[in-house]
């Protein structure tokens, strides 16, 4: 069985470049001078969770697939 990196190249691209706006976003509210602190807690809450959420069931979904068909 061969070993399979944790890290794909699609990785990087994906959190280094296609993200990069977002990033930005998120510098913006933490740097600048937000009108509502819950309101920014609760935006960069739904952000980190839908973010987790997403990752997280490709992960288990990708797993699944390698179970199932390898």
Do not use: E, N
Not at 49 to 59: K, N, P
């Amino acid at each position: 069985m061969s070993q399979i990196p944790l890290f794909g190249p699609g990785t990087y691209l994906i959190f280094g470049i296609i993200l990069a706006p977002v990033y930005g976003m998120l510098l913006a509210w933490y740097f600048g001078d937000p009108i509502d602190k819950t309101r920014w807690r609760l935006g960069v809450g739904a952000l980190v969770g839908i973010t987790t959420a997403l990752w997280g069931g490709m992960y288990v979904f990708t797993v699944l697939i390698g179970v199932i068909f390898f």
